[in-house]
């Protein structure tokens, strides 16, 4: 089993930036896919963006231009770099590990985007 802490979150102004990590556990993060989701309240949770262990990336439409997804696989960590951040950023963000039939989700992130 894959363990799973994000850190990063907090409140940020809009058009702020804001940068989530993902700590894993283990010794396969160089075979995981590493994706970031998210759930506001009264939303089902999200895809945001995600990498795959050959660095192929993903992201959706609400977020290309302004997020960024990396990892190092040294530090066996995925980030997230929120950049002009907006209201409706706002959301739990879960960090997600997968391999194979398996994955593991971390506790979550609270990101509040404010005045």
């Known amino acids: 089993q894959v363990q799973l802490v994000e850190s990063g979150g907090g409140l940020v102004q809009p058009g702020g930036s804001l940068r989530l990590s993902c700590a894993t556990s283990?010794?396969?993060?160089?075979?995981?896919?590493m994706a970031w989701y998210r759930q506001a309240p009264g939303n089902q949770r999200e895809l945001v963006a995600s990498?795959?262990?050959?660095?192929?990336?993903n992201y959706a439409d609400f977020v290309k231009g302004r997020f960024t997804i990396s990892r190092d696989n040294a530090k066996r960590t995925v980030f997230l770099q929120m950049n002009s951040a907006k209201p409706e950023d706002t959301a739990l963000y879960y960090c997600n590990a997968l391999w194979g039939q398996r994955n593991s989700w971390g506790q979550g992130t609270q990101v509040t985007v404010s005045s």
């Open positions: 990498i795959t262990p050959a660095g192929n990336i």
């Open positions: 283990g010794s396969i993060f160089d075979l995981l896919t």
